[in-house]
């Protein structure tokens, strides 16, 4: 009896599964783990940055498909001569999506709401420039008194010091504007019930189950966003996601595709048209820690360089990335083309350990993440090293472990894969002062190598001081030169520049998969349905 | 009876107790700083700081303890650090979905482990019995994740008979591959439990008894035999109340089943000490009660155990 009833069950729910999927016009995506949160102040993963982005707007804004900066809740803005005040006009007659007008008054609340030390924002660091920030979040001011609102539709910002890369921060997801209405009304649970000015608003999340967003039919920019409904399904794991892509109950899939399946696609003609690769502005890399032993010698540093044959630490990740071979990646202004860095070359590199009086080799330790492939590049670059006699010995631990060894400074060596740094914008600032800079070599800072060279820094300095847009070409060149003089005091072994490839299904195109390093994994205000099933 | 039950509750209550306390070491042994995992790459170390301040991590050890001790009695389990949200909202959407994976697993389990025991029992040394007991090996040792991505691509994909993985509406359809997965282990295993205790009880002499006096051969078995036999296979199923709690968080993860198992994992991966803490109470918790669960049908299938 227990058995009929038990196949009458499942016959139901065969029927049920039949049904489940008619045709449909909204877009779906997946991912693996569910999303943390939806604040602008908090969110910083790689699954929720662009979800915001889709939801908030910022003053600034990149042009669609490009680095280029563009204005978006403001309408025009004016730097003063000396590059401390920033003047913005704002954008007239918007409104955030649960009806409330938005005014100059919004921007100065949104800032000092993500600066306060309560909303424990990770974005903080970005914007301590402002005049008063510093004074705010140590609590010796009510409020920040660089920026300030001069008419509903103007706010001025005041600097501390010239920054050029100012209007990029402004671009980026922290200093998006919330509603002060809504803000005091979900107080803490915000991240859950968001509402911004953006492209869309949030329908449905059930957590761990799914999110589901609509167009907002009043948006700013009356062309976006191009779709009605993306709904995003959570715990979806990669492989399965991947076959359901094939069966067209997937759009798009925002892990990217499984590395188990990645030769099978790139091989098969009708699967690999529905891939967009694009390369990410992001060195993956082996810190080599410049204040301990042997590290501390430039000599070895270099050595060690050039004892990597990248071709073959690709080969680990199908390769998906091109070989590194300087510290900025070749899409970022100021990659310098005609700088080689260190081919491989076993034999010099012997040499030169040799000259450093290491003709024997040494022993180290080389920390990854426990995370595959880490620990494969890991056995790589170990394999590799050992052919010039340095022997090294791997300590794969969990992501945060590891960054907490390299950041207490206690790591000799440490391959960044899994944890490494993706441009917060796309600018070569962003690539020196939180990762090679003095000011980071600190405990808990990012500067892995504890690599600090005080005339570069000074440099860097005098580039960032160059903030008008007229002095852009000049202020490139100059880090340039910085970033070529460090790659040859080889604080990194540069190992590879990541790509990221995103799937769909052949009805999905638009501009919204040009990422450009700033979208992860696309622009859901610009990706659009081209065809059919 | 009742003092037993009581005397079991508070024991279980020690139990869990323990398991909370050697957790809450565990989380502060690891040597990560929850505050850096939250504060973010560009964080200054006073960011670091200041937000470890307010979690409460610079105060010492048996201070925190002391304190989530405290909030547990109240009934709160914390705030998660990575979803910025209660722990106890977070525990009430993920606990109904394993529960149905839980209660739809040991359905399956018992579906088809007990009659391949049965068959096997009584027709015990036949071409069927061993096709069964090869049948049971194969279970036991195959991890729950082959399993499960086995069904996935059979009926799942090549066949599109249930859905790919996910949870719909919760609808059962998402529930029998999933099931199916934690099941079939545990099926293999019931059904060589209940073979051999079935195999016992057959040569008792009360069974011969009933033989002599003429019962029939299925009576012998279902009345007589089953339920003496069952006992070692209810024991089972109470401690696998336990045991799935391990399984199904591979399995949730195969079959993107938004469960106890999934909470964890993702809390594991960025060190969500809140949340671990909240996972780990509430496995410990089905631990205790699935044991004395099990205890107490005891005395209702054989009369001869009595607790006093």
Same mark, same amino acid.
């Given at each position: 009896?227990?058995?009929?009833?038990?196949?009458?069950?499942?016959?139901?729910?065969?029927?049920?599964?039949?049904?489940?999927?008619?045709?449909?016009?909204?877009?779906?995506?997946?991912?693996?783990?569910?999303?943390?949160?939806?604040?602008?102040?908090?969110?910083?993963?790689?699954?929720?940055w662009?979800m915001?982005q889709?939801?908030?707007?910022?003053?600034?804004?990149?042009?669609?498909?490009?680095?280029?900066?563009?204005?978006?809740?403001?309408?025009?803005?004016?730097?003063?001569?000396?590059?401390?005040?920033?003047?913005?006009?704002?954008?007239?007659?918007?409104?955030?999506?649960?009806?409330?007008?938005?005014?100059?008054?919004?921007?100065?609340?949104?800032?000092?709401?993500?600066?306060?030390p309560?909303?424990?924002?990770?974005?903080?660091?970005?914007?301590?420039?402002?005049?008063?920030?510093?004074?705010?979040?140590?609590?010796?001011?009510?409020?920040?008194?660089?920026?300030?609102?001069?008419?509903?539709?103007?706010?001025?910002?005041?600097?501390?010091?010239?920054?050029?890369?100012?209007?990029?921060?402004?671009?980026?997801?922290?200093?998006?504007?919330?509603?002060?209405?809504a803000?005091?009304?979900?107080?803490?649970?915000?991240?859950?019930?968001?509402?911004?000015t953006?492209?869309?608003?949030?329908?449905?999340?059930?957590?761990?189950?799914?999110?589901?967003?609509?167009?907002?039919?009043?948006?700013?920019?009356?062309?976006?966003?191009?779709?009605?409904?993306?709904?995003?399904?959570?715990?979806?794991?990669?492989?399965?996601?991947?076959?359901?892509?094939?069966?067209?109950?997937?759009?798009? +899939?925002?892990?990217?595709?499984?590395?188990?399946?990645f030769?099978?696609?790139?091989?098969?003609p009708?699967?690999?048209?529905?891939?967009?690769?694009?390369?990410?502005?992001?060195?993956?890399?082996?810190?080599?820690?410049?204040?301990?032993?042997?590290?501390?010698?430039?000599?070895?540093?270099?050595?060690?360089?050039?004892?990597?044959?990248?071709?073959?630490?690709?080969?680990?990740?199908?390769?998906?990335?091109?070989?590194?071979?300087?510290?900025?990646?070749?899409?970022?202004?100021?990659?310098?083309?005609?700088?080689?860095?260190?081919?491989y070359?076993?034999?010099?590199?012997?040499?030169? +350990?040799?000259?450093?009086?290491?003709?024997?080799?040494?022993?180290?330790?080389?920390?990854?993440?426990?995370?595959?492939?880490?620990?494969?590049?890991?056995?790589?670059?170990?394999?590799?090293?050992?052919?010039?006699g340095?022997?090294?010995?791997?300590?794969?631990?969990?992501?945060?472990?590891?960054?907490?060894?390299?950041?207490?400074?206690?790591?000799?060596?440490?391959?960044s894969?899994?944890?490494?740094?993706l441009?917060?914008?796309?600018?070569?600032?962003?690539?020196?002062?939180?990762?090679?800079?003095c000011?980071?070599?600190?405990?808990?800072?990012?500067?892995?190598?504890?690599?600090?060279n005080?005339?570069?820094?000074?440099?860097?300095?005098?580039?960032?001081?160059?903030?008008?847009?007229?002095?852009?070409?000049?202020?490139?060149?100059?880090?340039?030169?910085?970033?070529?003089?460090?790659?040859?005091?080889?604080?990194?072994?540069?190992?590879?520049?990541?790509?990221?490839?995103?799937?769909?299904?052949?009805?999905?195109?638009?501009?919204?998969?040009?990422v450009?390093?700033?979208?992860?994994?696309?622009n859901?205000?610009?990706?659009?349905?081209?065809?059919?099933? | 009876?009742?003092?037993?039950?009581l005397?079991?509750? +508070?024991?279980?209550?020690?139990?869990?107790?323990?398991?909370?306390?050697?957790t809450?070491?565990?989380?502060y042994i690891?040597?990560?700083?929850?505050?850096?995992?939250?504060?973010?790459?560009?964080?200054?170390?006073?960011?670091?700081?200041?937000?470890?301040?307010?979690?409460g991590?610079?105060?010492?050890?048996?201070?925190?303890?002391?304190?989530?001790?405290?909030n547990?009695?109240?009934?709160?389990?914390?705030?998660?650090?990575?979803?910025?949200?209660?722990?106890?909202?977070l525990?009430?959407?993920?606990?109904?979905?394993?529960?149905?994976?839980?209660?739809?697993?040991?359905a399956?389990?018992?579906?088809?482990?007990?009659?391949?025991?049965?068959?096997?029992?009584?027709?015990?040394?036949?071409?069927?019995?061993?096709?069964?007991?090869?049948?049971?090996?194969?279970?036991?040792?195959?991890?729950?994740?082959?399993?499960?991505?086995?069904?996935?691509?059979?009926?799942?994909?090549?066949?599109?008979?249930?859905?790919?993985?996910?949870?719909?509406?919760?609808?059962?359809?998402?529930?029998?591959?999933?099931?199916?997965?934690v099941?079939?282990?545990?099926?293999?295993?019931?059904?060589?439990?209940?073979?051999?205790?079935?195999v016992?009880?057959?040569?008792q002499?009360?069974?011969?008894?009933?033989?002599?006096?003429?019962?029939?051969?299925?009576?012998?078995?279902?009345?007589?035999?089953?339920?003496?036999?069952?006992l070692?296979?209810?024991?089972?199923?109470?401690?696998d109340?336990?045991?799935?709690?391990?399984?199904?968080?591979?399995?949730?993860?195969?079959?993107?089943?938004p469960?106890?198992?999934?909470?964890?994992?993702?809390?594991?991966q960025?060190?969500?000490?809140?949340?671990?803490?909240?996972?780990?109470?509430?496995?410990?918790?089905?631990?205790?009660?699935?044991?004395?669960?099990?205890?107490?049908?005891?005395?209702?299938?054989?009369?001869?155990?009595?607790?006093?």
């Amino acid at each position: 009896m227990k058995l009929r009833m038990w196949l009458l069950a499942l016959a139901i729910a065969l029927a049920s599964a039949g049904a489940a999927f008619a045709a449909n016009s909204k877009v779906v995506l997946t991912f693996q783990n569910d999303i943390s949160t939806l604040d602008p102040a908090i969110g910083y993963n790689w699954d929720n940055w662009s979800m915001i982005q889709a939801i908030f707007d910022g003053l600034m804004t990149y042009k669609p498909g490009t680095t280029e900066l563009e204005p978006a809740l403001a309408t025009s803005y004016d730097i003063s001569s000396d590059g401390l005040t920033y003047t913005f006009t704002l954008r007239q007659g918007v409104t955030f999506t649960d009806g409330e007008p938005f005014n100059a008054q919004d921007v100065k609340y949104s800032f000092e709401r993500m600066l306060n030390p309560a909303t424990q924002s990770p974005g903080v660091g970005f914007y301590t420039g402002i005049e008063g920030a510093q004074a705010f979040i140590d609590g010796k001011a009510q409020g920040v008194s660089g920026i300030e609102v001069l008419s509903p539709t103007q706010v001025r910002f005041t600097l501390t010091a010239p920054d050029a890369t100012f209007l990029n921060k402004l671009a980026l997801n922290f200093s998006f504007v919330v509603p002060p209405k809504a803000v005091e009304k979900w107080g803490k649970d915000f991240g859950h019930h968001p509402v911004g000015t953006g492209g869309f608003s949030m329908k449905e999340w059930v957590p761990g189950q799914r999110l589901v967003l609509v167009k907002n039919p009043d948006y700013f920019v009356p062309s976006e966003p191009k779709v009605d409904e993306i709904e995003f399904q959570f715990g979806v794991d990669p492989n399965v996601a991947f076959l359901r892509l094939q069966r067209g109950e997937v759009d798009i +899939l925002g892990d990217g595709i499984p590395s188990s399946q990645f030769a099978k696609v790139m091989s098969d003609p009708k699967l690999k048209q529905l891939v967009v690769s694009s390369d990410q502005i992001e060195t993956s890399f082996v810190s080599l820690n410049t204040t301990m032993k042997p590290f501390d010698d430039v000599g070895v540093r270099q050595a060690l360089n050039m004892a990597i044959d990248r071709s073959q630490v690709l080969r680990v990740i199908n390769n998906r990335a091109g070989a590194a071979d300087q510290i900025l990646p070749p899409t970022m202004p100021g990659y310098n083309p005609d700088f080689k860095g260190f081919p491989y070359d076993p034999a010099k590199a012997k040499q030169m +350990l040799a000259d450093a009086g290491y003709p024997n080799g040494f022993s180290s330790t080389l920390y990854t993440s426990n995370v595959d492939p880490n620990p494969r590049i890991a056995q790589v670059v170990q394999q590799q090293l050992a052919q010039i006699g340095v022997k090294l010995d791997i300590r794969s631990l969990s992501p945060s472990a590891v960054i907490d060894a390299a950041g207490q400074g206690k790591a000799p060596m440490v391959w960044s894969g899994g944890m490494a740094w993706l441009d917060d914008y796309p600018d070569p600032n962003d690539f020196w002062w939180p990762i090679l800079g003095c000011d980071s070599a600190v405990p808990g800072g990012w500067n892995w190598a504890r690599y600090c060279n005080k005339e570069l820094d000074a440099q860097g300095q005098k580039a960032d001081a160059m903030v008008q847009p007229s002095q852009r070409d000049a202020r490139i060149a100059l880090w340039k030169d910085i970033f070529t003089k460090a790659s040859q005091d080889a604080p990194w072994i540069p190992l590879f520049n990541e790509r990221s490839y995103v799937m769909h299904t052949p009805r999905m195109g638009g501009i919204g998969f040009k990422v450009a390093g700033i979208y992860t994994p696309v622009n859901y205000k610009e990706i659009e349905i081209v065809g059919g099933q | 009876m009742t003092g037993y039950v009581l005397r079991r509750l +508070l024991q279980g209550l020690g139990a869990i107790l323990g398991v909370i306390t050697v957790t809450f070491i565990l989380t502060y042994i690891v040597p990560v700083n929850p505050a850096q995992m939250i504060a973010g790459p560009s964080a200054t170390p006073e960011v670091v700081a200041r937000i470890g301040h307010q979690l409460g991590l610079d105060q010492p050890l048996p201070v925190r303890y002391v304190h989530y001790l405290w909030n547990l009695v109240h009934f709160d389990l914390g705030r998660s650090y990575a979803q910025r949200t209660e722990v106890s909202a977070l525990v009430a959407t993920h606990l109904p979905v394993t529960l149905k994976l839980m209660l739809t697993g040991i359905a399956c389990e018992l579906l088809i482990g007990i009659p391949i025991g049965i068959l096997s029992s009584v027709a015990q040394g036949s071409w069927w019995d061993r096709g069964f007991t090869l049948f049971a090996f194969v279970g036991v040792s195959t991890p729950q994740f082959v399993v499960g991505l086995v069904l996935l691509y059979l009926f799942a994909y090549l066949v599109p008979w249930f859905p790919l993985g996910g949870y719909g509406n919760g609808a059962l359809d998402h529930y029998v591959l999933p099931a199916l997965s934690v099941g079939f282990a545990g099926a293999g295993w019931y059904a060589r439990v209940l073979r051999s205790s079935l195999v016992d009880v057959l040569r008792q002499d009360y069974v011969r008894t009933a033989r002599a006096k003429g019962v029939r051969p299925r009576s012998q078995v279902f009345r007589h035999g089953l339920r003496n036999a069952m006992l070692p296979v209810i024991a089972l199923v109470g401690l696998d109340l336990g045991v799935f709690m391990g399984g199904v968080i591979v399995v949730e993860q195969v079959f993107a089943l938004p469960g106890l198992g999934q909470m964890m994992w993702q809390a594991i991966q960025v060190l969500d000490i809140p949340v671990i803490m909240g996972g780990v109470l509430m496995t410990s918790i089905f631990v205790v009660v699935g044991n004395l669960l099990a205890d107490m049908i005891y005395p209702l299938l054989d009369p001869r155990i009595q607790y006093h």
